[in-house]
């Protein structure tokens, strides 16, 4: 057992198992889901490069027309 008291409280969660990824892991995840379908519809090797770039930007695309919507 480590002492306690000289832990930062990032350092102190780490150490009790708790893990927070935060909304990152999600944009993460939302971008990879992005590349899949891309790559899997391009028909070219530039058309999967495109679909690369893309897929970084789609998570964002879409909370801007979330928000869009929901600012009415």
């Not at 150490?15 to 990824?21: I, L, R, T």
């Not at 379908?37 to 893309?54: P, S």
């Amino acid at each position: 057992m480590t002492n306690n008291s000289n832990l930062t409280s990032h350092e102190h969660k780490r150490e009790k198992g708790m893990n927070y990824s935060g909304i990152l892991g999600g944009i993460y995840g939302m971008a990879f889901i992005g590349v899949v379908y891309y790559i899997q519809h391009a028909t070219t090797f530039w058309a999967a490069v495109l679909g690369v770039f893309k897929a970084l930007f789609w998570p964002a695309v879409l909370m801007y027309k979330l928000l869009e919507l929901l600012k009415m």
